[in-house]
Nanobody, 124 residues
Framework: QLQLVESGGGLVQTGGSLRLSCAAS????????MGWFRRAPGEEREFLAA????????YYADSVKGRFTISRDSPKNTVYLQMNSLKPEDTAVYYCAAGPSGGDRYTSRSYGYWGQGTQVTVSS
């Protein structure tokens, strides 16, 4: 099993920044593609960003492109989501996920391991 634990959420004002971390343990972190998703109240889970095994390729949803940056630090078994220029509509529970390379990175079904989520609230 691969365990994922998110941290770094909190309350921030519009235009502010947060950096989310997702620490992995239990299996070889570098064997998994990683993704970030979020779910706002009453909404479906939404893809935000993904990163491949090496970390050289990244993918973003249009809603966060240019504002969010995904990265991974394999020696630390950690993936990050740097979030800048935050807006009230970014308020949600944020989840990291791990899945095999080669799956549809934009779809939650492709990820077999999930963290418990961390709350991000952006005040107006």
């Amino acid at each position: 099993q691969l365990q994922l634990v998110e941290s770094g959420g909190g309350l921030v004002q519009t235009g502010g920044s947060l950096r989310l971390s997702c620490a992995a343990s239990g299996r070889t972190f570098s064997s998994y593609a990683m993704g970030w998703f979020r779910r706002a109240p009453g909404e479906e889970r939404e893809f935000l960003a993904a990163i491949n095994l090496s970390g050289y390729s990244t993918y973003y949803a249009d809603s966060v492109k240019g504002r969010f940056t995904i990265s991974r630090d394999s020696p630390k078994n950690t993936v990050y989501l740097q979030m800048n220029s935050l807006k009230p509509e970014d308020t949600a529970v944020y989840y990291c996920a791990a899945g095999p390379s080669g799956g549809d990175r934009y779809t939650s079904r492709s990820y077999g391991y999930w963290g418990q989520g961390t709350q991000v609230t952006v005040s107006s």
